[in-house]
């Protein structure tokens, strides 16, 4: 798993001084880049020098409790599926000051080139990262899987 804490800014919340539930994926794109950063070159160096994208092709959330301005999100994110060319991330978003459970979002993205935009095998140490923070209730039951 891989934290990452973030600070609700004035631009993040709406008219009920809460997070406007839209900006979670960002949240969640924030904290994959802080996921992919032990890459060499990090996340930027992945997309902008090896011309390897995740995009999403799918996203999950449910939404538990609000965040208010002047709060901070822990995020936690952890990986739930590994595919040939495909994984699944998870990101959990508690409240700092008290833990509290605000958000879970699932994001299943694919590896591709992004030069020819087709999808591509895992380069290896993308699968070595993601396979260091797979969910150990989740080993065994994606280990035969294939996306």
């Given at each position: 798993?891989?934290?990452?804490?973030?600070?609700?800014?004035?631009?993040?919340?709406?008219?009920?001084?809460?997070?406007?539930?839209?900006?979670?994926?960002?949240?969640a794109h924030e904290?994959?880049?802080?996921?992919?950063?032990?890459?060499?070159?990090?996340?930027?160096?992945?997309?902008?020098?090896?011309?390897?994208?995740?995009?999403?092709?799918?996203?999950?959330?449910?939404?538990?409790?609000?965040?208010?301005?002047?709060?901070?999100?822990?995020?936690?994110?952890?990986?739930?599926?590994?595919?040939?060319?495909?994984?699944?991330?998870?990101?959990?978003?508690?409240?700092?000051?008290?833990?509290?459970?605000?958000?879970?979002?699932?994001?299943?993205?694919?590896?591709?080139?992004?030069?020819?935009?087709?999808?591509?095998?895992?380069?290896?140490?993308?699968?070595?990262?993601?396979?260091?923070?797979?969910?150990?209730?989740?080993?065994?039951?994606?280990?035969?899987?294939?996306?």
């Open positions: 798993m891989v934290s990452l804490e973030r600070p609700i800014k004035f631009e993040d919340v709406d008219a009920a001084n809460i997070v406007f539930f839209a900006r979670f994926l960002n949240y904290a994959m880049e802080r996921f992919f950063a032990p890459l060499e070159g990090g996340y930027a160096g992945l997309i902008l020098e090896r011309r390897i994208g995740l995009p999403a092709v799918r996203v999950e959330a449910d939404y538990a409790a609000p965040v208010r301005y002047g709060q901070a999100l822990r995020i936690e994110t952890s990986v739930v599926h590994i595919g040939r060319r495909s994984a699944t991330l998870r990101y959990r978003m508690h409240r700092a000051h008290d833990g509290v459970l605000s958000a879970e979002l699932r994001h299943t993205a694919v590896t591709t080139d992004l030069v020819q935009l087709v999808s591509v095998p895992m380069p290896e140490d993308v699968r070595a990262l993601l396979s260091a923070h797979l969910e150990l209730d989740q080993a065994p039951s994606s280990a035969g899987r294939r996306a």
